[in-house]
């Protein structure tokens, strides 16, 4: 299913997923089922063939190609109608300047979501040239797609300043997928009461910790189905309890089922770069080979 070598060569109707150690990026290739659900990151959808149509605010709907989502907005057709349309989407960075760089060159429309790209016409052809292009490798689809996204002079600017407490608090739920350090220590360990490390953790992440947990072990499992691995063994060595447990979460955060994203036609071409699989590589010490 994976190319280990991070160059891949399919033809240009099947679908791609990028997976970096912060990003993750679809290209369809095909209009896909719309499912309800709530989403638990910040995500840039692309229209790139079709219509995109978003209802954010008072008025009729809006005719774009370009949608910027915040987390913690539900995701249905009364918001948001992309059954007419063939969708790419970037899941940014969390904790990155991403975000704020692509509000400030576009315009909100209501609800935390901003439309109309200032250069969707770049944006889109990046975004299919990435796609179609029969031989890329991950550095070079990133680059691709980043500079058609964010601007140059946008690139390495600060918009918005992370408090360091939440950082240790984020990397220390990513370190340990397994043992789920309690809320009362991870508010210990960066000197803050319960309440306060919740509020702050929402505020600045968009959602609360427990389900920023429960939305890296959904992109850990997604890492390990693309090598390869069953659901059932991604489940396993991602923190889950079993397969319907990962199965339920996997939705709750995609909208979509894991065995409909990998093991359904047209099937999915995933391309990982190695700071992704150097992610899970301890966690496949002893695993049998794919």
């Not at 679809?26 to 978003?54: A, I």
């Not at 009362?184 to 000197?191: G, I, Q, R």
């Not at 409909?260 to 590589?281: C, K, Q, R, Y």
Request: aromatic share 6%.
């Amino acid at each position: 299913m994976t190319n280990k070598n991070n160059t891949n060569h399919i033809s240009s109707k099947t679908p791609r997923l990028f997976i970096w150690s912060r990003e993750v990026m679809f290209l369809g290739t095909y209009v896909s089922r719309q499912e309800p659900y709530r989403t638990t990151q910040e995500l840039m959808v692309v229209c790139l063939q079709g219509t995109l149509n978003v209802k954010a605010g008072e008025g009729p709907p809006i005719s774009t190609r370009t949608c910027l989502i915040p987390p913690g907005i539900w995701l249905d057709r009364k918001l948001i109608e992309s059954r007419q349309a063939v969708l790419g989407i970037y899941f940014l960075a969390p904790f990155s300047q991403d975000h704020a760089a692509l509000a400030s060159h576009m315009t909100e429309v209501g609800q935390g979501i901003f439309c109309h790209h200032a250069d969707e016409s770049a944006v889109i052809r990046a975004m299919m040239k990435v796609r179609n292009q029969s031989v890329i490798t991950t550095q070079e689809a990133r680059s691709i797609i980043r500079d058609a996204l964010i601007p140059k002079p946008l690139q390495g600017l600060v918009f918005r300043e992370y408090d360091p407490r939440l950082l240790t608090v984020a990397k220390r739920i990513r370190a340990e997928l397994h043992d789920s350090p309690t809320l009362t220590e991870l508010a210990n360990e960066v000197n803050l009461s319960e309440s306060r490390l919740e509020k702050l953790f929402k505020e600045q992440a968009g959602l609360p910790i427990t389900q920023y947990r429960v939305r890296y072990r959904v992109f850990i499992s997604t890492i390990i189905m693309a090598l390869g691995y069953s659901v059932t063994e991604a489940a396993l060595l991602a923190g889950f309890s079993n397969s319907a447990h990962l199965s339920r979460c996997y939705r709750q955060v995609n909208g979509v089922t894991p065995s409909s994203t990998f093991l359904n036609p047209p099937h999915l071409e995933a391309i990982l770069d190695s700071s992704a699989t150097s992610l899970v590589a301890p966690l496949l010490e002893g695993q049998p080979a794919i």
